[in-house]
């Protein structure tokens, strides 16, 4: 059984920092790209950005330069490093195994003074 869990969300002011995690289990991890996605209240859900089984990443224009993905193949992790934080990134994040069509539960990131 496949299994997508997010964890690392919370509350930070703008222009703070959040590490999303993703602990993917049930699959040969290092074979599949993985992506994070976003839905804020009212919005449709979003790309935010991929990584490729080889580790290259693709981003959304509007984090581009602000967030960094990644992965750990031995421990099974999809990471997300959110920098710069603007109250338009509050959302759900969810993450994504788009080969199954599997997602995670989502953590919910709120940018807010």
């Known amino acids: 059984q496949v299994q997508l869990v997010e964890s690392g969300g919370g509350l930070v002011q703008p222009g703070g920092s959040l590490r999303l995690s993703c602990a993917v289990s049930?699959?040969?991890?290092?074979?599949?790209?993985l992506n994070w996605y976003r839905q804020a209240p009212g919005k449709e859900r979003e790309f935010v950005a991929r990584i490729s089984s080889a580790g290259d990443p693709i981003y959304a224009v509007s984090v581009k330069g602000r967030f960094t993905i990644s992965r750990d193949n031995v421990k099974k992790m999809l990471y997300l490093q959110m920098n710069s934080l603007k109250p338009e990134d509050t959302a759900v994040y969810y993450c994504?195994?788009?080969?199954?069509?599997?997602w995670g539960q989502g953590t919910q990131v709120t940018v807010s003074s």
């Open positions: 994504n195994l788009p080969y199954l069509g599997l």
């Open positions: 049930g699959i040969t991890f290092s074979s599949y790209g």
